[in-house]
């Protein structure tokens, strides 16, 4: 309906996502009156468009079943007099929100683990609609892309040799490196790869990543922990 073709990186998904952000928060704002006068309640159902191009539009919902994209908010005109006009705004906002979401995630069904967050990084780094709408946070239009990529040295331990209050971790997709760097770490117990849902430790004499649960050490554990030896690094030190 809107594109010869799809955006399928990141980069172009969030490009997608930002235009037709910017299009919605300018008709919400800058374009407030002109958005209000068209969403005259004797009309037929009726949606708020972004667009990548950065206009918006107020029109019928499209025809083909099911549609190309996801659809925006049906009927959004039919409770503008019934509302105060700031709430019905805020409203309008929050159902756009929901809709930019979906449009970026159903671009980015074929993107991986690591590829899906790095793109609700970048959109998370933006204000939502809803809270430029409402005034709750300045308009940001540009996110910071450089989420600060960590070493392995930084993340497991402070400058004193204490382990960190956050566990340590092999280092978190850092959105600037490879994703497929982190694929490689493996856990030094059972071989298993890395996954960001479970807790890992780092040995500090062979440098060697564990699983928590593979080396029976929690993160509760990990906090009062100096210098972490793994069992086998333990078991040399023992016959020395």
């Known amino acids: 309906m809107e594109m010869a073709s799809s955006p399928r990186t990141v980069e172009e998904i969030f490009k997608d996502y930002s235009a037709r952000r910017n299009a919605v928060v300018r008709a919400l704002t800058d374009n407030v009156d002109e958005f209000y006068g068209l969403c005259d309640p004797e009309k037929e159902n009726l949606c708020l468009y972004g667009h990548p191009n950065e206009t918006w539009e107020v029109t019928l919902p499209a025809e083909e079943v099911p549609p190309e994209l996801p659809e925006p908010a049906l009927g959004i005109n039919f409770a503008r007099d019934g509302m105060n006009r700031k709430d019905w705004l805020s409203l309008v906002a929050v159902h756009s929100d929901s809709w930019l979401l979906s449009v970026a995630f159903y671009f980015g069904a074929r993107l991986n683990r690591s590829e899906r967050k790095r793109l609700f990084s970048l959109i998370n780094d933006l204000p939502t609609v809803f809270e430029v709408v409402t005034e709750r946070k300045p308009v940001k239009e540009k996110p910071s892309v450089d989420s600060g990529s960590k070493s392995r040295g930084s993340t497991k331990r402070s400058g004193d040799g204490l382990v960190k209050s956050t566990p340590k971790l092999p280092p978190d997709e850092s959105f600037e490196e490879d994703d497929d760097e982190h694929s490689e770490t493996l856990c030094g117990s059972c071989g298993g790869n890395y996954n960001a849902d479970e807790f890992w430790i780092g ?35 023992g016959r020395q």
Do not use: M
Request: proline content about 6%; hydrophobic content about 25%; aromatic content about 8%.
């Open 203 to 237: 040995c500090d004499i062979c440098e060697k990543w564990f699983h928590g649960k593979c080396v029976k050490i929690t993160p509760a554990k990990a906090e009062n922990i100096k210098q972490y030896k793994c069992p086998s690094c333990s078991l040399k030190r």
